[in-house]
C-alpha cells in the first residue's frame, strides 16, 4: 500500500509538471457551479451564492507504521481521506474590507450591506473544528471514532457593513478565527491554504469563535498605507458555549503597503481558559487546565506575519507565534508557554502550476496541547511529545481545469527533545510524509 501511495504522489507530480503548460481556461466561476446547473442563477441575481468543494488525498510515511503524528496535523490517517465535502450558502457583502483578512484600498461604499454564511463540512478535518455546545453531541461525531468522518456547522453568522471610519465590518455568530497565516481550507475566505498538511503553529491556535468580530479600515487617500484594525468578544477558544461564563477578547492591527505588495500582521487573543476543555467531545479548547470551579486560568496567543509580494511570480510569508496558558493540567499545572516560527515561499510556475515550500520551527517543552503532545489519542503521560520540532514541507499545486486542483506534498519532520520520540507511535524521533491531495470546486 505504501508503495502504491508513494508511486501516486511520484506519478501525479511528473504529470503536473508535463501538463501544467496546456491550456488553462478561466471560463466561469467554478464556486456555485453545480447549483447553477440544477436551478439556474435565479439566487445569484441576490447575491445569494451556493457553492462547495470535495477534498480528498492519500497519504503514506517510511517509517514502517500506520502513524503519520496524529498529534500534528488534521489529516492523520496513512491511506485515505476525505478530507472536507462542503457546502456553503453565502450572501457576500459589499465592502471595501474582507472581514478576517484584508482592508483594501477600494473605495468606501456609501451604502449599507448585510450578508451571511452558512458553511457545514463532513469529513475527516471536521473532527478538528467541533464546537462544544454546538455539534459535539451529533451521532455521527461519536468520539469513539475520532479518526473517522465527522460533520460540523463550522461557520452561522450574519455580517453588516457601515459606511463609517474608512469602511466597518460587523460579523455576528460562529465564524472561522481570524488568527493564524493559514487556517487549512482549500479556497474560501478568510485564508486559504497553500499545504495539504498543517504546520505546529496552527495547530496551536484556535479554530473558531462563537461571538462578534468588528472589523475597520482607518480612512485613507488613493496613494497612501491602508490600515485596518479589527476587535471582538467571542467564547473563547471552539466553543459555542463557555463554561467560565468569561468573554476572549480578541484584537488585531492589519497594514498594507498602499500597493498591497507588503502585509503586515499582528493577531492576539487573551482570556480566561480555565475549564473550557471538554475530553468527552474531544472539543473546546486543546489546552486543559488544572483549576478549581470559579478559578481563572489566563490564556494569550499571539501571531505576527510578515508577507512580501516580491515580484508577479514570488510571494514569501514568515510567521511567529507564541501562546502561554496558566494553570496547564498537562504541564503538572504550571504555566506553559509554546513558541515557534515558519517561512513560506509560494513560486507561480505558470497560470496553472505553483511551487510551494514551508521551513517551521515549533518549541513546545512545556507539555499543554492535547493534540500537540498525544494526550488527545490516548497517550500516557509518560509518552507525551515535547521538546522542539522542525519540519520542512513543498508541493506543486496544479490546476489542471477550472475548479479543480491536485497537489503532491513531500513533508519531513524531526524532533529534538530528550523525552518520548513523538513519531512512529513513539519510537522515532523523525518522519518522512508523501501525500497527494485532489480539490474539486463546485
Known amino acids: 500500500m505504501k508503495k502504491t ?86 450572501k457576500p457583502l ?9 482592508p483594501t484600498p477600494a473605495p468606501m461604499p456609501q451604502a449599507m450591506d448585510w450578508g451571511f454564511n452558512i458553511l457545514a463540512i463532513y469529513g475527516n478535518d471536521s473532527n478538528f473544528f467541533k464546537a462544544y455546545g454546538w455539534d459535539e453531541d ?16 463550522t461557520q452561522a453568522y450574519l455580517e453588516f457593513y457601515f459606511p463609517v471610519l474608512g469602511g466597518s465590518n460587523l460579523m455576528l455568530g460562529l465564524f ?7 487556517i487549512g481550507f482549500a479556497w474560501p475566505a478568510p485564508a486559504p491554504t497553500e499545504f495539504y498538511t498543517h504546520s505546529y503553529s496552527f495547530m496551536a491556535g484556535p479554530a473558531k469563535h462563537a461571538g462578534a468580530l468588528y472589523s475597520f479600515k482607518l480612512p485613507s487617500e488613493p496613494g497612501q ?30 497594514w498594507r503597503s498602499a500597493n498591497m505588495a507588503t502585509w503586515l500582521d499582528w493577531e492576539n487573543i487573551y482570556g480566561n481558559g480555565a475549564n473550557d476543555s471538554f475530553a468527552g467531545c474531544a472539543c473546546g479548547s486543546p489546552y486543559p487546565t488544572a483549576t478549581a470551579p470559579g478559578e481563572k486560568a489566563d490564556r494569550y496567543q499571539t501571531y505576527l506575519t510578515l508577507a512580501q509580494q516580491l ?25 506553559a508557554y509554546w513558541y515557534g516560527a515558519n517561512l513560506n515561499w509560494y513560486h507561480k510556475v505558470t497560470p496553472a502550476l505553483s511551487w510551494n515550500s514551508r521551513l517551521e520551527w515549533f518549541n513546545a517543552d512545556d507539555a499543554a496541547n492535547l493534540v500537540l503532545t498525544g494526550a488527545a489519542a490516548g497517550k500516557a503521560p509518560s509518552e507525551w511529545s515535547t521538546g522542539d520540532f522542525y519540519a520542512l514541507t513543498t508541493n506543486m499545486s ?45
Open 398 to 442: 496544479w490546476q489542471p481545469a477550472n475548479g479543480v486542483r491536485i497537489r503532491p506534498e513531500l513533508r519531513y519532520d524531526m524532533q529534538k527533545s530528550d523525552g518520548p520520540d513523538a513519531f512512529a507511535n513513539g519510537t522515532k524521533d523523525s518522519q518522512w510524509l508523501a501525500s497527494v491531495d485532489l480539490i474539486v470546486y463546485f
Open 176 to 182: 472561522h478565527t481570524p488568527l493564524e497565516n493559514e
Open 311 to 335: 515580484n508577479g511570480d514570488n510571494r514569501v510569508a514568515l510567521e511567529m507565534s507564541y501562546g502561554e496558558q496558566e494553570k496547564a493540567a498537562l504541564n503538572g499545572g504550571q504555566d
Open 138 to 153: 451529533l451521532g455521527v461525531n461519536d468520539i469513539n471514532d475520532n479518526d473517522e468522518e465527522a460533520f460540523t456547522f
Open 5 to 90: 501511495l508513494l508511486a501516486a504522489v511520484a506519478v501525479s507530480g511528473i504529470f503536473s509538471g508535463m501538463l501544467a503548460g496546456s491550456a488553462y481556461a478561466e471560463t466561469e466561476n467554478p464556486q456555485g457551479r453545480l447549483a447553477r446547473a440544477v436551478i439556474g442563477d435565479s439566487l445569484e441575481q441576490y447575491g445569494v451564492l451556493v457553492h462547495g468543494w470535495m477534498q480528498a488525498g492519500l497519504i503514506a510515511n517510511a517509517n514502517g507504521t500506520d502513524d503519520v503524528a496524529k498529534q500534528g496535523f488534521l489529516n492523520s490517517d496513512e491511506g485515505f481521506n476525505l478530507n472536507q465535502l462542503a457546502l456553503t450558502i453565502e
Open 94 to 102: 459589499k465592502s471595501n474590507i474582507v472581514s478576517r483578512a484584508t
Open 225 to 254: 498605507n491602508i490600515w485596518g484594525f479589527e476587535v471582538g468578544a467571542v467564547q473563547g477558544w471552539n466553543n459555542w458555549q463557555d463554561e467560565n461564563n468569561d468573554l476572549d477578547v480578541i484584537a488585531n492591527l492589519r
